[in-house]
């Protein structure tokens, strides 16, 4: 798919959404009892599942105990069925290696992790299916899961994706949209702060056609939030009912 040809013209995209229209997002939280935080989320048919244990303390050497804050530790893969290609090594391919950084980089700067020293957090995200947006659907997945586990944090993160159709910015790509070839924004984001936790773009872009991919994937992170927040809302409502019995 060209990028001319990511918009009709009468302004639709080829899954008969508006310019920044996300996808139809589903979400729950508590999805496994035996972790401390768990949660699902469908972003259109991408498909993620996360789940936290912690805070507890140091697995392995304990000379990786930090004095001031908990460790994050963060697992991110592709399930070997998530995309039509044959995957062979869903865990240790270099990709996944890179995304589980930025995702531990993006909770990092969520998390109060300085109210856990020499603690570990472990935050494990497998995309189940793939269909663009996976890193951004993963991280509201992780979101959702750490505050089901109860670990405070300053923030949401919410994370979102935008790309362009000439000069017309399109949020939360599809994997058709991703492959077209354009540029592709991820921003992973704060929303009461306005705190940019990640930014990756694909290639370069002149400043102005930056700036509206930039806004239109914020935009789409604050959809996200008011999103999960009523998801979290939901919860809450759930565990207190579950408790009041």
Do not use: W
């Given at each position: ?175 058709p949209e991703e492959a077209a070839g354009g540029p592709v924004l991820v921003l992973a984001l704060l929303p009461a702060s306005g705190h940019v936790a990640l930014l990756q773009l694909s290639a370069r ?41």
């Open positions: 798919m060209a990028a001319a040809e990511l918009l009709s013209d009468e302004g639709y995209r080829a899954d008969g959404r508006r310019p920044a229209e996300l996808r139809k997002v589903r979400a729950r939280m508590g999805v496994f009892a035996q972790a401390d935080g768990s949660a699902y989320i469908e972003q259109g048919n991408t498909k993620a599942l996360a789940v936290v244990y912690g805070p507890h303390e140091m697995r392995g050497s304990r000379s990786r105990a930090l004095p001031d804050r908990a460790l994050v530790n963060c697992q991110y893969s592709l399930a070997t069925f998530s995309t039509g290609e044959r995957r062979r090594r869903p865990h240790g391919d270099r990709q996944a290696g890179e995304l589980a950084l930025h995702l531990r980089q993006t909770f990092e700067a969520a998390i109060l992790t300085e109210l856990y020293p020499r603690s570990q957090i472990d935050i494990y995200v497998q995309i189940l299916q793939a269909d663009g947006g996976n890193y951004c659907a993963g991280v509201n997945a992780a979101t959702l899961a750490v505050m089901d586990a109860g670990i405070p944090m300053r923030d949401y993160v919410c994370a979102g994706s935008a790309g362009l159709a000439d000069d017309t910015p399109l949020a939360d790509l599809s994997a872009l002149h400043q102005q056609r930056l700036e509206a991919a930039l806004e239109a994937a914020a935009a789409a992170c604050r959809a996200l939030h008011a999103l999960l927040d009523r998801v979290v809302r939901d919860r809450l409502r759930e565990v207190s009912a579950a408790l009041g019995d």
